[in-house]
């Protein structure tokens, strides 16, 4: 059903509140997935880095905590956008079937 109803909308190019979500969630999704990868090498390296010396990598275990929360951010967000972007969509689809049936019914 989501497929149908994106696809009609965008035949019928009225599916612009969909696209803007669909963008920012995608782009928070992308974010949320390179601070992920940041942070699991950041710790890779600061944990190989432990062995040799405390103080080599003490602005890196500082760095850490500001990542997790991005990815907690960047999580919340794209949940959010995800959200309303279905909601719009399913917006426009109703709002697109009612005005077919108010012109095939008048």
């Given at each position: 059903m989501y497929d149908y109803a994106y696809y009609l909308l965008d035949y019928e190019g009225k599916n612009?509140?969909?696209l803007s979500n669909h963008s920012l969630?995608?782009?928070f999704r992308q974010s949320f997935i390179a601070v992920a990868i940041l942070t699991i090498t950041s710790g890779?390296?600061?944990s190989i880095s432990l062995c040799n010396t405390w103080s080599a990598n003490y602005s890196i275990w500082m760095i850490l905590p500001a990542a997790v929360i991005l990815l907690i951010l960047f999580s919340r967000l794209g949940q959010h956008y995800r959200k309303r972007m279905v909601h719009n969509l399913?917006?426009?689809y109703f709002i697109h079937l009612e005005k077919q049936h108010q012109?095939?019914?008048p």
């Amino acid at each position: 059903m989501y497929d149908y109803a994106y696809y009609l909308l965008d035949y019928e190019g009225k599916n612009g509140a969909v696209l803007s979500n669909h963008s920012l969630y995608f782009f928070f999704r992308q974010s949320f997935i390179a601070v992920a990868i940041l942070t699991i090498t950041s710790g890779v390296i600061s944990s190989i880095s432990l062995c040799n010396t405390w103080s080599a990598n003490y602005s890196i275990w500082m760095i850490l905590p500001a990542a997790v929360i991005l990815l907690i951010l960047f999580s919340r967000l794209g949940q959010h956008y995800r959200k309303r972007m279905v909601h719009n969509l399913y917006w426009s689809y109703f709002i697109h079937l009612e005005k077919q049936h108010q012109t095939l019914n008048p």
